[in-house]
């Protein structure tokens, strides 16, 4: 009796899936029109965020070097990423595997996709309507500064990366490579 019932258990784990995954799956044929326009919705709010992002790191850059993008990617990123859900009425923040900031952590439904290192777009439905998409950060040249190879990364640029981020894991990147992704959540039409 005791075997059936953990038997019965787990099967009902293993087919209705559980923890992160829950409710969720990945969309990988057409998508309904709802979907499609969740998805133009979600990449239009990473290409704003994106852009207001870059272009606050320019400035930093030209202002003080990487040292001083730093701070933009602390302070500032958190409250672009707010400023565009508001806009767009939807959640939206960043991830990596490799994380520089524990606030930055994947939501539960990307979790796994960033563990599998997903470096094409993931988009996914939720049963209750809702969408996701994870959408893959490729690190460009001018990254490097921050993100590169620990011994080529600038003394000023290590000692505000050990102040700013004690327990840093984000260096050691080269060109084009998957640095993380936006996620963004879109609630149900």
């Not at 998409?133 to 490729?138: D, G, K, R, S, V």
């Amino acid at each position: 009796m005791m075997r059936t019932a953990f038997l019965s258990v787990l099967l009902t784990t293993l087919l209705t899936g559980c923890g992160a995954d829950e409710g969720w799956s990945r969309l990988e044929q057409s998508l309904t029109a709802e979907q499609e326009q969740q998805s133009r919705r979600a990449v239009q709010a990473r290409d704003a965020m994106f852009k207001q992002l870059f272009a606050q790191l320019q400035g930093a850059m030209k202002a003080g070097g990487p040292a001083k993008a730093i701070g933009v990617c602390r302070t500032a990123a958190p409250e672009i990423a707010a400023a565009v859900g508001s806009e767009h009425k939807l959640t939206i923040g960043r991830t990596a595997l490799k994380l520089r900031n524990p606030a930055n952590a994947a939501p539960d439904w990307a979790k796994t996709y960033v563990e599998k290192q997903s470096a094409e777009p993931v988009q996914l439905a939720h049963a209750d309507g809702r969408f996701a998409a994870l959408l893959p950060i490729h690190l460009k040249l001018g990254c490097l500064g921050c993100h590169g190879p620990s011994e080529e990364i600038q003394p000023a640029v290590r000692q505000a990366l050990a102040e700013q981020y004690p327990d840093d894991q984000a260096t050691g990147f080269a060109k084009g490579d998957l640095r993380g992704w936006f996620w963004v959540e879109v609630p149900a039409p």
